[in-house]
């Protein structure tokens, strides 16, 4: 183990002496995500690196491979704690799993501040998220409305176990069950891909010919989602989750209603704006709530949204 | 001993009726099984538009579980099969979007990358005596990350090429037969399956697959380059893999960079469902075909039937060992 | 059934034991009985049937028919483990042991003391236990030693402490001598007398007769799968052992006709290959049969596998039709002309699983081909049938799966994939290795018949009779060089086997 945490500090020295010469009086807070390969966490590291040039301080964004690495993630974790950084930012893959590695931090005097996903106990001074229930909820309330507030309807989700795929899923059926009895949810799926989402939702739709709307809940599921409803020709209520280029396409031709998008920038930022002012000793909010918004045809011109969304 | 003693063990015709063709007709049997249980007790299984989903859903799969196919035959395996496909979609995209480029040469760029890197992989295996399964592994993961590094993280869009979408999801045969509308994508399926097949039956290259993977010492002690037909090997499975690029990029009008993990062991499970010995020497593309659709009926019937996701998982782990293992009996039995 | 006063002091007593294979009948009504405390010796050629009837008494095959009893009681040996539990262990010629694990550990794999609720190995019995079987056998090895890294001899003495821990009173030993060297032998041969004194009785399957004449009480001889005889060892003359193993005089043996052409096809000069091909030059003409003899481990199969380029030489030039060449492979060779006839066919000859007509015509694919891909499988197939026919292959069909053929038909396959290539040079390692009687007979007709075809035949065998029926001139080598070439129609077994037991004069 200690070899292990020796030998990925070495690598990831080496990695940051290589993207910035960084000087020992430099501030530095390594941003841990829960991966990089995703459109939303290349958002959310252009917002940690605006935020960190206008604080002046230097930064590193990374992550495991997949959003199922957790120990790969604690690797990245004690890796960047070994170096002493003025503060963390972290986006934890598990809520309880990586409480002792960020005790490591803590007891080194290093501040952590959470974003995305939050970490139980009171380890992070704050948490940078987006309220994934009250998110899905609003997903619910657009279905609900387009549909008529009564029917059959069905949402594909992206991961069975994650604090997002839970939250979301959450979200959407208790919204639905505590406000429109005449909704009845009728299937969930779940896929961690587009292709597979998209096969799934077919079959979906085969299972229950008199579907009203179905909800996916990350960009890969809403891809999914699009394609499935292009080549079925189906006419359900077809609700997203966050943005890409896909999506955005499908909401403008009428594939998709709608979307739900976060604020992939605004955590980028609030999670090193956070850590700058902790440093100066300012105190933070227990949760920074860094907002949702719902987005179709009709608002995604508006610069307010179209900011918050990546293609 | 005489003449007779052995004639009567087997018949002129033996040719036929192969262990390998046995097998193929065991996986066949349960293909039409699981559809007959599935009409039977999954409503609105059995419609036409369903069976067309099928089809669909195991395009892409089915041209994997074809280029590993290949490769298994031989006594090898190639687990980069799955971000290769990644990789290739990638190329398609670098080409057409970025570049601007005609359809036909995304389409042969896509092709010519995965064969160079299904090269790669073969001659690490041939020339550095790397075992197929580490060299493979390692090539998974190279190909993922030059996928991610090439794409720059993000996905690449065909929506300046839109004659894409004609590799999967349009249909051109219904212009031909109205009513018809089998996707393109499912018909490049069956057509990459009829050439492989042409290739593993009929080529002198087939033959040599065959020769390697039953005893690659015979093989090369009979004069045969062999480490030449095992690069050719492998980079004929990267190609193939590049028809797969083509496919689920088509289809999704895009190439997703982080899509792709995890696709060359559904890939596997088809050849070995399908009744190719992993162990070398045995095995046919229809068969990997037939495994690849035996996995997707299932797929789509428990989902139609409102089968639990976490079940229809543990019932094609269970099937996948069934099929080895009637594999098994039967080579014990002949 | 004999009267229990005799069954008593029998150990094992096997009475008309048959076994069939496909296509051969190994055993026919063989008998055989075991008495404690002697030394059992079992002989004959290869083929005689002797290691299918120890299989049978060690539970590996079980037999078609036929009775055994162990000390008086009518058994059936299901397998290994239950030979075992009756008290039979037998030590292979090649040994299974784990060259990773200790000497202790292998002695008790499976069957490991353990401590703390069976949790644990308790490695502390497993040593002291295995020391205690070393001592009585009073040889000394380390239990705790790496056992691969022993010398052959004293794995073998492993072996034999492993099948006295289960408390064996039959211990069957398959050639234990084949790969030690003079004194490990005496080593050997002390803890077998002292095996013997314990009341041990002991089957030893050897080719040697002069360990026959020093160690054996008994000699029971087969021949062809039949029981044969069984003599007094110690008042037995040699010569009257060796004609029941091959069935006539050696006298009247066949010998090669010494006519062969003069031109020179093959020159080997100064061929080096680690240590089992030092210096090694001898010349092969055209429509000669030379034969290599030797003792197991002499280096005649490396010889052939190096010139073939199936191993890298460490140096050495090879000219074949007077051209000096480089043959880097086995693909250089085949295009030379050369082939080599692995013995083990089932790994270097035949891909088994395949048909007969494609093992036929594997080595010559390419030419069966339209532009360069497309295989012209109709002309395979009767090409194919031509060779079948031509070496009287039985075969229900050329799309057969060579698996199903019987060892002679499928060396005749592997002969007709190199006469079809136009191999001229040939090399035969072990050319009738089991294969049964008759069909030696065909293939030893075939080889000649090639050699006056004009091809040059290179036979390796370790059966003397075989290379002295065949050879027009004798290479016999001894520790990876040649100790003396020897003229086909004067050469004797004696004259060959002192040749292959002239060991350097050690230098160091």
């Given amino acids: 183990m200690k070899k292990i945490l020796i030998a990925s500090a070495f690598a990831l020295s080496a990695a940051t002496a290589f993207s910035s010469a960084a000087k020992a009086e430099d501030i530095y807070f390594p941003i841990i995500a829960k991966g990089f390969s995703h459109q939303f966490w290349q958002a959310v590291k252009a917002g940690a690196e605006s935020a960190a040039a206008a604080n002046k301080v230097t930064i590193t964004f990374e992550g495991p491979n997949t959003e199922a690495e957790i120990d790969k993630q604690t690797d990245i974790l004690n890796a960047a704690i070994a170096k002493k950084p003025q503060g963390i930012g972290f986006a934890a893959l598990d809520s309880q799993a990586q409480i002792p590695a960020l005790q490591k931090a803590a007891d080194a005097g290093i501040p952590i501040v959470a974003f995305d996903s939050g970490v139980e106990g009171d380890l992070p001074l704050t948490t940078c998220t987006t309220d994934n229930v009250a998110a899905a909820g609003a997903a619910a309330d657009k279905m609900a409305e387009a549909i008529g507030g009564e029917g059959e309807v069905a949402a594909q989700i992206h991961d069975q176990t994650s604090a997002t795929g839970i939250g979301r899923r959450d979200g959407f059926v208790n919204r639905m069950k505590e406000k429109y009895p005449k909704i009845t949810i009728v299937d969930i799926k779940y896929a961690n891909d587009a292709l597979k989402s998209a096969d799934d939702i077919k079959a979906t739709m085969q299972a229950f010919p008199n579907l009203k709307g179905i909800f996916a809940s990350n960009e890969g599921a809403a891809i999914g989602l699009a394609v499935a409803k292009k080549e079925s020709g189906s006419k359900v209520v077809a609700i997203g989750y966050d943005s890409g280029k896909t999506q955005k396409d499908a909401i403008n031709d009428g594939t998709l209603l709608g979307s739900i998008t976060q604020n992939p920038v605004g955590i980028g930022e609030c999670v090193v704006n956070s850590l700058a002012k902790a440093l100066k000793g300012e105190k933070l909010e227990k949760v920074i709530d860094t907002g949702f918004y719902w987005y179709d045809k009709a608002n995604m011109a508006d610069p307010k949204v179209a900011a918050v969304l990546y293609d | ?334 | 059934m004999p009267s229990t006063s005799v069954t008593d002091s029998v150990l094992i007593k096997a009475e008309a034991i048959e076994k069939r294979f496909p296509g051969v009948h190994a055993l026919k009504s063989v008998r055989f009985d075991l008495r404690p405390g002697e030394v059992h010796a079992l002989m004959g050629e290869n083929g005689a049937g002797k290691s299918t009837l120890m299989k049978i008494l060690s539970g590996i095959y079980q037999p078609d028919s036929g009775t055994i009893e162990v000390s008086g009681q009518q058994v059936s040996i299901s397998g290994p483990r239950a030979a075992q539990a009756l008290g039979i262990s037998i030590i292979h010629q090649e040994l299974f042991l784990m060259n990773h694990l200790t000497v202790a550990q292998n002695i008790f794999i499976g069957r490991e003391p353990t401590r703390g609720m069976g949790m644990f190995v308790d490695e502390a019995t497993m040593n002291t236990d295995a020391a205690a079987l070393f001592k009585r056998m009073k040889v000394n090895i380390d239990p705790k030693t790496e056992v691969g890294t022993l010398t052959v001899a004293r794995q073998q003495l492993v072996e034999i402490a492993k099948a006295l821990s289960f408390n064996s009173k039959v211990l069957i030993m398959d050639e234990p001598t084949s790969a030690l060297n003079e004194t490990e032998v005496g080593h050997l041969f002390a803890v077998i007398k002292d095996l013997k004194s314990h009341g041990v009785g002991i089957v030893y399957i050897t080719h040697k007769m002069d360990e026959v004449k020093s160690i054996a009480d008994r000699v029971t001889i087969m021949r062809d799968g039949a029981y044969i005889e069984t003599l007094d060892a110690p008042s037995t003359p040699i010569s009257k052992i060796i004609s029941m193993m091959v069935g006539r005089e050696l006298a009247d043996a066949t010998r090669a006709d010494g006519t062969h052409g003069r031109e020179e096809t093959l020159r080997v000069t100064g061929l080096n290959r680690g240590k089992f091909v030092k210096d090694v030059s001898f010349a092969l003409r055209k429509g000669e049969i030379l034969g290599f003899a030797g003792l197991m481990g002499a280096g005649r199969t490396e010889v052939a596998r190096a010139i073939f380029g199936a191993d890298a030489i460490d140096s050495g030039e090879i000219k074949v039709h007077g051209k000096t060449v480089k043959i880097n492979s086995p693909q250089d060779a085949v295009g030379l002309g050369l082939a080599y006839l692995s013995e083990d066919r089932k790994h270097f000859g035949l891909v088994t699983p395949m048909s007969v007509r494609d093992n036929i015509t594997m080595a010559s694919w390419p030419r069966f081909t339209s532009a360069k891909v497309w295989m012209r499988d109709p002309e395979l197939k009767k090409t194919a049938g031509k060779y079948v026919d031509l070496l009287k292959v039985k075969t229900p069909s050329v799309e057969q799966e060579t698996r199903l053929l019987s060892g002679g038909n499928q060396q005749k396959v592997v002969i007709a994939k190199w006469l079809l290539r136009d191999c001229d040079i040939l090399f035969f390692d072990e050319p009738t290795r089991g294969i049964d009687i008759g069909a030696k007979a065909e293939i030893y007709k075939l080889l000649q018949n090639l050699a006056a075809q004009g091809k040059s035949i290179v036979v390796i065998s370790s059966e003397l009779p075989e290379v002295l029926r065949l050879s027009h001139r004798v290479i016999v080598m001894c520790e990876g060089r040649i100790t003396g070439e020897l003229d086909g129609k004067t050469a004797t077994q004696e004259s060959i086997m002192t040749l292959a037991t002239q060991r350097q004069a050690k230098a160091a």
């Fill in chain 2, 1 to 334: 001993m005489t003449d007779t003693t052995l004639s009567t063990a087997r018949t002129e015709k033996s040719g036929f009726f192969t262990l390998a063709a046995l097998q193929k007709a065991v996986a066949f049997v349960v293909l039409i099984l699981l559809l007959a249980f599935f009409s039977l007790f999954a409503p609105n299984f059995a419609a036409w538009n369903n069976m067309v989903n099928i089809m669909q859903a195991t395009a892409v799969n089915g041209v994997l579980g074809v280029a590993v196919t290949f490769v298994i035959i031989t006594a090898g395996i190639d687990l980069a099969v799955g971000t290769m496909m990644t990789l290739t979609a990638v190329m398609a995209g670098i080409i057409l979007t970025n570049f601007g480029m005609p359809l036909i040469v995304g389409i042969i760029g896509a092709m010519a990358s995965g064969a160079f890197m299904g090269a790669i992989s073969g001659v690490t295996i041939a020339k550095l005596k790397i075992p197929p399964f580490i060299a493979t592994l390692g090539m998974m993961q190279i190909a993922r990350g030059l996928a991610l590094v090439f794409s720059g993280a993000k996905p690449l869009y065909f929506n300046s090429t839109p004659n894409y979408k004609y590799i999967s999801p349009e249909s051109s045969i219904t212009n031909l037969i109205p009513g018809l509308e089998i996707p393109n994508g499912v018909l490049v399926m069956f057509g990459v399956a009829i050439i492989a097949s042409i290739i593993l039956n009929r080529t002198i290259f087939g033959r040599y697959v065959f020769a390697l993977g039953s005893n690659e010492e015979a093989a090369r002690l009979s004069g045969m380059n062999v480490d030449f037909w095992k690069i050719v090997t492998y980079s004929l499975s990267g190609l193939i893999c590049g028809v797969a690029g083509l496919l689920v990029s088509s289809r999704l009008n895009s190439a997703q960079p982080a899509l792709g993990l995890g696709y060359e062991l559904d890939a596997i499970a088809a050849v070995v469902i399908g009744g190719t010995s992993l162990s070398g020497g045995r095995g046919t593309i229809l068969g990997t075909i037939i495994g690849a659709f035996i996995m997707s009926v299932l797929t789509n019937g428990l989902r139609v039937m409102g089968v639990q996701e976490e079940w229809k998982i543990v019932v094609t782990g269970v099937i996948i060992i069934v099929a080895v293992y009637v594999d098994i009996m039967l080579r014990r039995r002949a």
